[in-house]
C-alpha cells in the first residue's frame, strides 16, 4: 500500500526528524574543530601530530563545505520479531538512510545510517517478493533542502509497485552538473556498487541505464567498506575527457568523497606537452599493441655484454671483476624480469658487493658510504653495458627511423613503418613535437623502465574506446587492484574501438572479470530509446537493446529548409521549459551554429550549450536539439556510432532538425508514433514524426 503524501501528522513528525538531522550535522562539525584543537596536543611525536592534525583538519573542512541537501532520502522500517520473515537482528526497529552518518545525541542511536552501512541494502533491495524482514520502506519528496511529502511501500503483500516519488526523482528535469543517485540506485545497480574490492567487473550498460553512477557510487562504497586497504594506492576515476569530468566532478563530494583521483587517460600519462597531430593510419599503429614489442626491443637492445673486466681504484689497492663474472650478473638480472632502471641499479649493487668482498678479505672498512662511492665509481663502466635512458629517447629513437634502419623493424610492416616515422625528426628527444598517440608510447617505456604508481581500484569510463596500448596504461596502475570497466559497445567512435567485452578485459590483465549488462534505461525515455535502437542494427556491436523505464518524455523530427534557424527556433522553444539544453552537431558545424544562436538573440552559456558531436559523449542534457544527423553519420568511419551516442544524451526531450535526408536507419515514422505533416514554421519546418509520452 502506498500512503498519500498528505498525512498532515506523519509530515509534521519527519520535519522534527529533519531538525533533529541537522542539530546532529553541527554537532558534528563541532566536536570536528574541537578535535583539532585537541589532536595538536595528544599525539606522540611530531610525525604523528602532523598526520592527526591533517586527518582532523580534513574532516572538518569536509563538513563545513557539505553540500546543502537533504539529510535523509530513506526510512526502513522492520517488521517486530515473531512477524512472517522478521529479521534477527533489526527486527522492530526503525533506520533513516541517508548520504552520511548522523550521530544521535549523548551517544544514543544514529538518527540517520550511511546508504553504504549494511544494513541500507535492504532500502535498495527489498521487495514484495524478498521483504528481508522490512515491513515499510519510506521515501521522501524534497524542494530543495524542505521535506514536502512521503510515501509507503508495505512490503510482503501483493505485488511490486511503481513508487510515484521514485518515478519523479528519475525524470526530475537536469540542470547543471551530474547528481548523485542514492535515493535511486535499483537492484541490479546496487549489486555492482557492493562488488567486493578484489572483483573486476565490465559492465555493459546501454544509454541512460546509471552505469557512470554505478562506478562513481561503487568508489564512494569501497571507501567506506575498504579506507584501510585502500588508504595507501586510493581510487583512480578515468573519464573520455575534461567536459566529462567536469560533468560528474560534484558527484562523489556530495557522498562524503573527497580523496579521489579523477581525470582522463592523457592526463594521467601525460609528461610531454602534446603539440602534433596524427593521422588516422600512424594513430592507429601507434596504438596497436604490437608497438609494445617495439618498444622493449628498442629498449633493451641498449644492453650489451661485458667483454672485458671492470677495475675501481682505491689508493694503493685495485678492486676488479673479470669478464665472465660481469655477464653472468647481467644475464642473471635479465632474466629476473625487472624494470629497465631497477635492473641497471642490480646490475650495480651485484658488482660492489664483489668488490666488498674483496676489500674486506684484505682488511678494509665497508660502510654505506663506501658503497655509495664504489658505485658512483662503477659508473662510466655501468653506462657502456647498460646505458641510463629516458623514455622520451627510446621513442625518439624508434620514431626518427634510426632503430628500423638498424634491423630492428620487428613486428611492423614497411607500410607501417612509413606511417609512424618523423618526415623530418627533430634532432634530439628535446626539441621533438609530441602527439597525444606519442603519450601512450612514452608511458609505455617509462612503464619499462621503473613501475607507475600504483591504484588500489581504477574506474575507466566509455571503456569501449580504449586502445590496445592505452589498456596497457591502465594495467600498469592496476597491477595490484582491481578494476571497474564502465562503457557501451554500440558507443565505440574510436577506430580501435572494442567489439569484445572479454577480450578488452584480457587487454587490462582481467581475462577472469565478471561481465554484467544493464538494459534498462532510467534516463533516456522510451520514445528517444526507440529511434537510437534503429541504429543497433548497423552498428554490428552485438548488444541488446535498450528498455526505457520511463514512459514520459517527448521527440521531433523536424524537416527544415534551413537547419541554422530550425535549430534556433528548437532551442528557444527548449528555454522556455525547465532544464538544461545542448545543441549536437557534427564537429565542422558547431561554430557555426553557435553564431546563428547568438544572431538569433539566444545567450549561448548557462543552460543552452553548442557541443561538438566528438565531445558529448558521457554528457546529458534535458532537452537536446540533434543538428543534421547525416552530417554526424557522414563525418568519420564510425559516424552511426557517434550519431547513436548523440540521440541518447536526451533526459527528458529529444528535437532532430534536419535539411538533408535523414540516415535510412533513421528515416520513416516512429514506432508507435503516427506522422504528422504540418504548416512550416517561419523556419520552413515539416514535422515528419512526433511522439510523447503521457506525462
Given amino acids: 500500500m502506498f500512503m498519500d503524501a498528505q498525512d498532515l501528522d506523519g509530515l509534521t513528525e519527519e520535519l522534527r526528524h529533519v531538525e533533529r538531522c541537522r542539530a546532529g550535522l553541527s554537532r558534528m562539525l563541532d566536536a570536528a574543530r574541537g578535535n583539532v584543537i585537541i589532536g595538536e596536543t595528544v599525539a606522540g611525536d611530531r610525525y604523528s601530530a602532523e598526520r592527526l592534525g591533517r586527518h582532523l583538519k580534513s574532516l572538518a573542512k569536509e563538513l563545513s563545505e557539505e553540500p546543502e541537501g537533504p539529510p535523509f532520502f530513506g526510512r526502513l522500517t522492520f517488521g517486530p520479531a515473531g512477524s512472517p520473515a522478521a529479521s534477527a537482528e533489526h527486527a522492530g526497529r526503525t533506520y533513516y538512510i541517508g548520504r552520511r552518518h548522523i550521530p544521535g545525541e549523548h551517544g544514543g542511536a544514529p538518527v540517520v545510517i550511511d546508504w553504504r552501512a549494511p544494513v541500507a541494502r535492504s532500502f535498495y533491495r527489498a521487495g514484495a517478493r524478498d521483504p528481508q524482514g522490512v515491513a515499510v520502506r519510506r521515501r521522501f519528496g524534497w524542494a530543495g533542502t524542505t521535506l514536502t511529502s512521503y510515501e509507503d511501500e508495505r512490503l510482503g503483500h501483493g505485488e511490486e509497485r511503481r513508487s510515484r516519488l521514485l518515478a519523479a526523482e528519475i525524470e526530475r528535469p537536469r540542470v547543471g552538473p551530474m547528481r548523485d ?13 557492493r562488488a567486493g574490492l578484489d572483483d573486476s567487473i565490465a559492465v555493459q550498460g546501454a544509454p541512460g541505464t546509471g552505469k557512470t553512477a554505478v562506478g562513481l557510487h561503487r568508489a564512494a562504497y569501497l571507501l567506506y567498506a575498504h579506507r584501510q586497504r585502500l588508504q595507501r594506492g586510493g581510487v583512480l576515476v578515468l573519464g573520455p575527457n575534461r567536459a566529462f569530468l567536469g560533468y560528474i566532478a560534484a558527484v562523489l ?18 609528461s610531454v606537452p602534446v603539440r602534433a597531430v596524427d593521422g588516422e593510419r600512424a594513430a592507429a599503429v601507434k596504438h596497436d599493441a604490437r608497438m609494445a614489442g617495439v618498444l622493449r626491443r628498442a629498449l633493451y637492445g641498449r644492453i650489451t655484454k ?60 665497508t660502510n654505506a658510504a663506501w658503497e655509495r662511492r664504489t658505485g658512483r665509481a662503477l659508473g662510466p663502466w655501468l653506462d657502456g653495458i647498460w646505458p641510463a635512458v629516458r623514455a622520451e629517447q627510446v621513442v625518439h629513437e624508434v620514431l626518427s627511423g634510426r632503430w628500423a634502419a638498424a634491423g630492428g623493424k620487428g613486428a611492423l610492416s614497411d607500410a607501417e613503418w612509413a606511417a609512424v616515422v618523423w618526415e623530418r625528426p627533430a634532432r634530439t628527444f628535446k626539441s621533438a613535437t609530441w602527439s597525444a598517440a606519442d603519450l601512450v608510447l612514452i608511458d609505455e617505456v617509462a612503464g619499462m623502465l621503473e613501475r607507475p604508481r600504483g591504484y588500489g581500484h581504477v574506474i575507466v569510463d566509455e571503456a569501449q574506446d580504449l586502445s590496445p596500448m592505452q589498456c596497457r596504461a591502465v594495467a600498469r596502475r592496476a597491477e595490484h587492484g582491481s578494476l571497474t570497466v564502465l ?12 567489439r569484445s567485452w572479454p577480450e578488452l578485459m584480457a587487454a587490462l590483465g582481467r581475462p577472469e572479470a565478471r561481465v554484467v549488462e544493464l538494459t534498462t534505461g532510467y534516463r533516456v525515455p522510451a520514445a528517444v530509446v526507440e529511434l537510437a535502437n534503429r541504429l543497433l542494427s548497423a ?77 558529448v559523449k558521457g554528457l546529458e542534457y534535458d532537452h537536446v536539439v540533434l543538428a543534421e544527423p547525416a552530417a554526424i553519420a557522414e563525418a568519420e568511419e564510425r559516424g552511426l556510432n557517434r550519431l547513436y551516442v548523440a540521440l541518447t544524451r536526451a533526459v527528458s526531450r529529444l528535437d532532430v532538425v534536419h535539411a538533408r535526408p535523414l540516415p535510412p536507419e533513421l528515416d520513416g515514422p516512429a514506432a508507435g508514433a503516427g506522422s504528422e505533416a504540418g504548416a512550416g514554421s517561419e523556419a520552413g519546418t515539416r514535422e515528419s514524426f512526433s511522439t510523447a509520452g503521457s506525462a
Avoid at 319 to 338: G, H, K, M, P, S
Fill in 487 to 498: 562503457g557501451d559497445l554500440a558507443q565505440g567512435t574510436t577506430p580501435w574501438a572494442a
Fill in 253 to 270: 563530494p556530495a557522498l562524503g568523497e573527497v580523496d579521489v583521483e579523477q581525470t582522463t587517460l592523457d592526463g594521467l600519462i601525460a
Fill in 181 to 193: 543517485i542514492v535515493a535511486t540506485i535499483q537492484p541490479e545497480q546496487d549489486d555492482l556498487v
Fill in 306 to 365: 661485458p667483454v672485458e673486466p671492470v677495475t675501481v681504484a682505491e689508493g694503493s689497492y685495485r678492486w676488479r671483476v673479470e669478464e665472465d663474472e660481469l655477464r653472468r650478473i647481467v644475464d642473471d638480472t635479465r632474466r629476473d624480469a625487472l624494470p629497465y632502471g631497477i635492473g641497471r641499479e642490480r646490475v650495480r649493487a651485484r658488482v660492489v658487493a664483489l668488490m666488498r668482498r674483496q676489500a674486506e678479505a684484505r682488511g678494509h672498512s
Fill in 539 to 615: 552498428l554490428d556491436a552485438g548488444v541488446p537493446a535498450t528498455r526505457s523505464y520511463r514512459s514520459d518524455g517527448r521527440l521531433r523530427v523536424t524537416e527544415v529548409a534551413g537547419v541554422e534557424r530550425g535549430v534556433a527556433a528548437a532551442a528557444r522553444e527548449a528555454l522556455e521549459l525547465e532544464g538544461s539544453v545542448g545543441v549536437i552537431a557534427a564537429d565542422a558545424d558547431a561554430e557555426r551554429l553557435k553564431a546563428a544562436l547568438w544572431d538569433a538573440g539566444l545567450d549561448v552559456g548557462g543552460r543552452l550549450s553548442v557541443v561538438p558531436v566528438t565531445l
